[in-house]
Structures are given as structure tokens and as C-alpha cells.
């Protein structure tokens, strides 16, 4: 079988690493079912001897996934999926105190970025990891000569399973990805609970505003949108809504949002925050009609969901006014507020997801590549599902955490559910 030199990582400071311990080890502590996948992949080893690169958001919840597949057996290397959600003690900790290499330094630049995704591509990884689909991307594009060792991979987030689907329809992708994100258990309650409550988290971090209030605006009522506009509502802002989707815009009206477009959400509003997946959701013709002081951020995957470069252009002058605060002047004299330069917010100014619902996320990702190694000869180069079973179990798992039991099916029910002749 074919190796890879040991690799060492590239962190900010080692000496960060016994805070980054304790982070990993309080997570842990909130992380059931990942606990309980990594009992049993002490005992079975499912993943012994494969090469695996993670591109992930290097936090203390990722922390606690990387180890759980070193302890089922893989040699796992771990590099940053986003310059700005490293936490630089907890990648410390990584090198030093669980000897698994990890190449992420918090406000990396782009340069950098690349550079540490291609060192996790020098470990020639059999099975990848990513939230972002940028590993898979490097790997196809920039190292193909990599390819012939790769059996599969997995993606964590929505924009990735859009980048790797449309990399699926046109023939660009060259082994099986299984969609994490897909999963119920993963983002029914990571996207909707997690980003809701901690993107929240990161705004507050950043600016310390009084919510209550507040005009809020929410740009894309999906999965995490939904999520947010929830706990906005729940501090007391006055939540609008924006939406393309007739459906989603419908249930926002229903769950008892304001909805408008953009334009005149843009007027109105005090705080915005993005989380579409899409492009250019504030842009020029929006900044425009902002007033003096609106806070604008971002939490869907990508940086391009404010069109910063067109904030800058409508702007005389710009600095920084609180951590993760940058105030844009206007030419007219206007202030707009742009919170983790239009990054991930809740992981550019707070911690990312609690530990309690990246359990089920990480769970999933642990038992998906368990399943790869399984079954890769029957994969095609598509993107698969979760498959259901394991969806199931890790709710069964989770639920049992918390104590709570729930009805079963009797033999009579269940024939009543599968026969069509029932009921008549
Ligand atoms: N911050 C985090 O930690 C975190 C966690 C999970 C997912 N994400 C990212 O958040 C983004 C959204 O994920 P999701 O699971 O909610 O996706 P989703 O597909 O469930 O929802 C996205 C919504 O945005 C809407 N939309 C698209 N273009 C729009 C536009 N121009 N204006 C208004 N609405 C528009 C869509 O109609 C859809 O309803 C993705 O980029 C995903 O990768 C971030």
C-alpha cells in the first residue's frame, strides 16, 4: 500500500495547546453519541489503515471527530475549510497532545489557506473529508495525479452538496461523496438549532447590541435561516424575512414573519444577516438605501453573500471599531457595519455549533466513512445519501442520551402501515 510522509501541521502557536485541551475535553463531555461511535470504533477498527484528509472548521467539536477516526484506526490529517474558524489552541492541542497534524491558523490569508489544503493533500488521502467541497475541488483540479489512492468522500454543508452535485452532472467527479448534510440528523438540527443559536451568538459577540427591538433581517428562510429568525424572534427583534422561494417565503409568512424583497427589507432594517448559499444577496443597489448604522453579516458558507467589493466602492473610508467590526463611511457620510468581513459569523466572532448538536453532525460523518469503506466498490462517482439506518440510529443514540424513550410499533400496527387493503 502506498504512504505518505508523516506529516507535523502548521498551527499558530503550540504553546496554546493545554486551552485548547481543556476546549477539546469539555466538548467531549457534550458529544454522546460521538462517545459512544468511538467505543465501539476502539473495539471494531472500521477505518485501520486508511489515509484520511479533513477539511473541516478546526474547532473542539472537529477536534473530538478527528480523534474518533484516529481511534477507529485512520491516519487522519486535518487543514482549516475557513481562513477565520480555526481555533488556534484547539489545533495546537491537535499536534501536541493527540499527534494528529493539523494545518490552520486563525485569520490566515488566502495564500496560506491553499498552502494548508494542499499539505493535507500530501498525505494522499484515501477517503476525504470536507465542509466546502474546496478539498475535493484542490484534489481534482490541482492534483489529479492524486486520485488513484481516493475510495471516497464525505461532505458536511449545503453549499458543498451543491459545488459537488453540479461537479456530479457534468461528469467532473471522479469517486462517491456521501452528503452529510443531507442527513436529517444532521441538518434539521445542526443548520436550523445550530446556526440559529449561534450565529446569533457571534453578532452579539461582535457588537454587544440589545436585540430586543431591533428590525432584524434574515436573507433565505432554509434550514438555517429558519434557525435564526427563530432565536431573533425569541430576543425580541422585529424579524423580516427575504426569500426567492415561493414555499419558503410562505412559511415564513406562516410562522409569523414580515416578508419583502430585499430592496425594502434594505431600508428598514438594523441588523442583516445572510444564509443563502448564493451570491450577492446585499449588494450596491442595497447599501445604497441602508440607514446610518445597519449592521450587515453573513453565515451561509461563503464570503460572497455581501458584495463587500461593491461596499468599498460606495465607501470613502473604512476601520476597524471592535473586534470583528469594521465601519464602512459612505461617501454621503453613512455608516455600515460589516461584522467577521462577511465570513461565517458564528464562527468568525463566536465559537461555531455547540458541541451538543455537532454530536449528531460528527456522527454521521463518522458512521458515513465507516460505510465508504464498506461499500466503495458498489459506489458510483456520485453523491450519495446518508443511508437511512444510520440516519435512525444516531437519533435512536441521541435520544437515549437524554433520557428520553419513545413508543415502538406493535406487529398490529405495523402490518396496519404496510398493507393498502387496511383501513377500507
Ligand atoms: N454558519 C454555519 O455554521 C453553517 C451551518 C450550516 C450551513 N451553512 C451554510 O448556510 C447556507 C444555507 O444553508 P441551508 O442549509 O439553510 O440551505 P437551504 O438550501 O436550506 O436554504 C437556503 C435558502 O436561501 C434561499 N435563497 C437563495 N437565493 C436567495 C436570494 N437571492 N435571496 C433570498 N433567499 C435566497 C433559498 O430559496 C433557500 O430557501 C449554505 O451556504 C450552507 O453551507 C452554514
Not at 35 to 58: E, N, T, W
Not at 149 to 164: A, C, D, H, Q, S
Not at 290 to 300: E, L, P, R, T
Amino acid at each position: 500500500m502506498e504512504t505518505a510522509p508523516r506529516l507535523s501541521g502548521d498551527v499558530k502557536d503550540i504553546a496554546f495547546a493545554d486551552r485548547g485541551k481543556r476546549r477539546i475535553e469539555w466538548a467531549n463531555q457534550h458529544m454522546p453519541v460521538l462517545q459512544r461511535i468511538r467505543k465501539q470504533f476502539i473495539k471494531d477498527q472500521p477505518l485501520k489503515g486508511y489515509r484520511m484528509s479533513a477539511c473541516l472548521h478546526v474547532t473542539s467539536e472537529t477536534a473530538n471527530l478527528a480523534i474518533t477516526l484516529r481511534d477507529g484506526g485512520a491516519d487522519v490529517v486535518l487543514c482549516a475549510s475557513n481562513p477565520l474558524s480555526t481555533q488556534d489552541d484547539v489545533a495546537a492541542s491537535l499536534v501536541k497532545d493527540y499527534n494528529i497534524p493539523t494545518f490552520a491558523i486563525k485569520g490566515e490569508d488566502n495564500a496560506t489557506y491553499y498552502a494548508h489544503i494542499s499539505a493535507a493533500l500530501d498525505h494522499k488521502p484515501q477517503i476525504t473529508m470536507d465542509d466546502g467541497a474546496d478539498l475535493v475541488t484542490q484534489l481534482l483540479t490541482k492534483r489529479p495525479e492524486l486520485l488513484k489512492n481516493v475510495i471516497g468522500g464525505t461532505e458536511e454543508t449545503t453549499t458543498g452538496v451543491i459545488r459537488l452535485r453540479a461537479m456530479a452532472k457534468d461528469g467532473t467527479l471522479k469517486y462517491p461523496v456521501i452528503a452529510v448534510n443531507d442527513a436529517l440528523t444532521k441538518h434539521m438540527f445542526d443548520n436550523r438549532y445550530g446556526t440559529g443559536q449561534s450565529s446569533i451568538d457571534g453578532i452579539l459577540r461582535a457588537t454587544n447590541l440589545l436585540i430586543a427591538g431591533l428590525r432584524f433581517v434574515v436573507s433565505g428562510y432554509g434550514w438555517c435561516g429558519k434557525g435564526v429568525a427563530m432565536r431573533a424572534k425569541g430576543l425580541g427583534a422585529d424579524v423580516i424575512v427575504t426569500e426567492v422561494s415561493p414555499v419558503r417565503a410562505l412559511e415564513a409568512v406562516m410562522d409569523g414573519f414580515r416578508v419583502m424583497p430585499m430592496v425594502e427589507a434594505a431600508k428598514i432594517g438594523d441588523v442583516f444577516i445572510t444564509v443563502t448559499g448564493n451570491k450577492s444577496i446585499l449588494a450596491h443597489e442595497h447599501f445604497e438605501k441602508m440607514k446610518d448604522g445597519a449592521v450587515i453579516s453573513n453565515s451561509g458558507h461563503f464570503n460572497v453573500e455581501i458584495d463587500i467589493p461593491a461596499l468599498e466602492k460606495l465607501s470613502s473610508s473604512k476601520k476597524i471599531v471592535r473586534p470583528f467590526v469594521e465601519e464602512y463611511t459612505m461617501k454621503d457620510g453613512r455608516k455600515i457595519y460589516l461584522l467577521g468581513e462577511g465570513r461565517l459569523i458564528n464562527l468568525a466572532a463566536a465559537e461555531g455549533h455547540p458541541a451538543a448538536v455537532m454530536d449528531m453532525s460528527f456522527a454521521n460523518q463518522s458512521l458515513a466513512s465507516e460505510y465508504l469503506v464498506k461499500h466503495h466498490s458498489e459506489l458510483k462517482n456520485q453523491v450519495y445519501s446518508v443511508p437511512e439506518p444510520i440516519d435512525r440510529q444516531i437519533a435512536k443514540l441521541k435520544l437515549e442520551s437524554m433520557g428520553i424513550l419513545v413508543d415502538k410499533l406493535t406487529p398490529d400496527q405495523e402490518q396496519y402501515l404496510a398493507s393498502w387493503s387496511e383501513g377500507t
